[in-house]
């Protein structure tokens, strides 16, 4: 019995997460205005019924859709901003990662969410709970770094935070408008200028000591 009940629920959530994957396709290609609970139906091979047996509709989906996906980015984040002393080389790292790597998918559904939070108090809540999460969080990294002297203690951090997160919805508005972002060669040093603007008293010594950690870090990976 225990068993039979385990697995019942391992179909269930197996099932959900199917719906997730198919909905978030869908919200991407087609819109989340144009996509219907059979469209998602279709993609993920469920019955309409099996849908509204597991969500009440497709505001719903929406919702578990931008709280998975966006808060996969946002533990990505803060874990990669948590292993970098100098938060605001940290910043100039993930720049480059999104210019190198990007995640078009991602940065789509969030243009989503942004216009359906326009017409929906319930997507709106979600999204700036992982907004305001976000900022939150870079804040908190932001004053301990002006504490250890890393970035200038002047600077207000609140809006240091902001400057951090904006470009990313930047290039998510730029992207569904068919504009084609600046190459790296352009971008980063830009970045980089921006970052050292706000830099503190300690800020040099802390860059030289994450350089040397890497060519470390390097050294160590070719002789393994």
Do not use: C
């Amino acid at each position: 019995m225990v068993q039979n009940g385990r697995r019942s629920q391992q179909r269930s959530a197996a099932t959900r997460e199917r719906l997730l994957d198919a909905a978030a396709e869908a919200f991407i290609e087609r819109g989340y205005e144009r996509t219907t609970v059979a469209d998602i139906a279709r993609r993920a091979s469920v019955t309409v019924g099996a849908i509204y047996g597991n969500y009440r509709g497709k505001s719903e989906i929406l919702l578990k859709v931008i709280r998975s996906r966006l808060k996969l980015q946002n533990d990505a984040v803060e874990a990669f901003v948590k292993t970098t002393p100098d938060v605001n080389q940290a910043f100039v790292a993930l720049t480059r990662g999104r210019n190198e790597r990007g995640r078009p998918e991602t940065r789509a559904l969030l243009l989503e969410a942004f216009a359906a939070a326009r017409r929906d108090p319930n997507v709106r809540a979600v999204v700036a709970e992982l907004m305001l999460g976000m900022v939150r969080f870079m804040t908190s990294q932001i004053r301990a770094a002006q504490e250890k002297g890393l970035i200038d203690a002047k600077v207000h951090a609140p809006s240091l935070a902001w400057l951090y997160l904006i470009p990313a919805a930047g290039e998510a508005f730029a992207e569904a408008s068919g504009l084609e972002l600046p190459p790296q060669k352009g971008w980063i040093p830009v970045v980089e200028r921006i970052a050292a603007a706000f830099a503190g008293p300690n800020a040099s010594a802390a860059r030289g000591l994450n350089q040397k950690r890497r060519r470390t870090h390097e050294g160590q990976q070719l002789l393994a």
